[in-house]
């Protein structure tokens, strides 16, 4: 159990049940927070195997710092989680520009700047495993979370090029993607937009109101979902893409039959937008 974690984001939801459990385990982590108070009692009970350090994933002077002094206190990183992040709900219409750039700044960005600064610290090691944490809506998109889903498919894009850049390095990447899990997502972690446009009511509105209705009473166990990414790096052969959750699973297959759907009824007018043979 000598590798070592380091894990964004863990003062609640999925970052906080992550490092509780390596650590239980036997593993080393790095446990994060943009206040370290907020996850001292995570940290106190294993001084030896466990650091808590102040992160701000949108500050690249934390994103350095605290890379550096996860090197000296364990010579290491052996796994990164980039699971920081926020939600916004809001029809494309209605999302104020302000609010979603800061979600970009933390969701997209932070999780990419602090990548970047891990990298080469497992480029040395040629080893390493990568887990961002997407979402279901990474793959499948919602009404009243377009631009939190374009943030999600951005990481999981990111990740997928990510993966084919490094396997030869030894460093693995899987993208998670969760449905519904009891954070605090739906939560106080998500702002509404304070624009209204009635037009959108039964869509992003309705949308909205149902996820907002459901916080606290989903289907996912962060808990579970904790040792299912503790399993999946522990494995031989990770997936590229781990789905947490039943309603995932059921969204991403309904996504992926109406792609296979839409590609077989519209094959001919798209092999005819090539030259024809010869030219």
Same mark, same amino acid.
């Given at each position: 159990?000598?590798?070592?974690? @380091?894990?964004?984001?863990?003062?609640?939801?999925?970052?906080?049940? !992550? %490092?509780?459990?390596?650590?239980? @385990?036997?593993? /080393?982590?790095? $446990?994060?927070?943009?206040?370290?108070?907020?996850?001292?009692?995570?940290?106190?009970?294993?001084?030896?195997?466990?650091?808590?350090?102040? @992160? =701000?994933?949108?500050?690249?002077?934390?994103?350095? !710092?605290?890379?550096?002094?996860?090197?000296? /206190?364990?010579?290491?990183? =052996? $796994?990164?989680?980039?699971?920081?992040?926020?939600?916004?709900?809001?029809?494309?219409?209605?999302?104020?520009?302000?609010?979603?750039?800061?979600?970009?700044?933390?969701?997209?960005?932070?999780?990419?700047?602090?990548?970047? %600064? $891990?990298?080469?610290?497992?480029? /040395?090691?040629?080893?390493?495993?990568?887990?961002?944490?997407? #979402?279901?809506?990474? @793959?499948?998109?919602?009404?009243?979370?377009?631009?939190?889903?374009?943030?999600?498919?951005?990481?999981?894009?990111?990740?997928?090029?990510?993966?084919?850049?490094?396997?030869?390095?030894?460093?693995?990447? &899987?993208? $998670?993607?969760?449905?519904?899990?009891?954070? =605090?997502?739906?939560?106080?972690?998500?702002?509404?937009?304070?624009?209204?446009?009635?037009?959108?009511?039964?869509?992003?509105?309705?949308?909205?109101?149902?996820?907002?209705?459901? #916080?606290?009473?989903?289907?996912?166990?962060?808990?579970?979902?904790?040792?299912?990414?503790?399993?999946?790096?522990?494995?031989?052969?990770?997936?590229?893409?781990?789905?947490?959750?039943?309603?995932?699973?059921?969204?991403?297959?309904?996504?992926? &039959?109406?792609?296979?759907?839409?590609?077989?009824?519209?094959?001919?007018?798209?092999?005819?937008? =090539?030259?024809?043979?010869?030219?």
């Amino acid at each position: 159990m000598d590798k070592v974690w @380091l894990i964004t984001g863990c003062s609640t939801g999925f970052g906080r049940e !992550l %490092a509780k459990w390596v650590l239980k @385990l036997g593993y /080393k982590a790095v $446990v994060t927070s943009r206040n370290t108070n907020d996850v001292m009692d995570i940290v106190t009970p294993y001084p030896a195997t466990a650091i808590a350090l102040s @992160l =701000d994933v949108t500050s690249q002077s934390d994103i350095s !710092l605290a890379v550096s002094q996860a090197l000296q /206190k364990f010579n290491h990183i =052996d $796994v990164l989680v980039n699971n920081a992040g926020i939600g916004y709900f809001g029809a494309i219409e209605e999302s104020e520009e302000e609010e979603v750039r800061r979600m970009f700044e933390i969701n997209f960005w932070g999780l990419a700047h602090v990548t970047r %600064a $891990v990298l080469p610290v497992m480029r /040395k090691q040629r080893s390493g495993h990568i887990l961002n944490i997407s #979402s279901i809506g990474g @793959l499948v998109a919602f009404p009243a979370l377009g631009f939190y889903n374009a943030t999600k498919f951005a990481v999981t894009a990111y990740s997928e090029a990510l993966a084919k850049e490094t396997a030869h390095l030894g460093i693995k990447v &899987t993208t $998670v993607a969760p449905s519904g899990f009891r954070t =605090d997502w739906a939560g106080r972690s998500a702002k509404d937009s304070s624009i209204t446009i009635e037009d959108y009511a039964p869509t992003a509105g309705a949308n909205k109101n149902t996820v907002r209705g459901y #916080s606290g009473s989903q289907k996912g166990d962060p808990v579970r979902a904790a040792k299912a990414m503790v399993k999946v790096v522990e494995s031989e052969n990770p997936p590229q893409v781990l789905l947490l959750g039943s309603a995932a699973l059921k969204n991403a297959k309904r996504k992926l &039959t109406a792609l296979q759907n839409d590609f077989d009824r519209w094959e001919e007018v798209t092999r005819d937008a =090539d030259f024809p043979e010869g030219e």
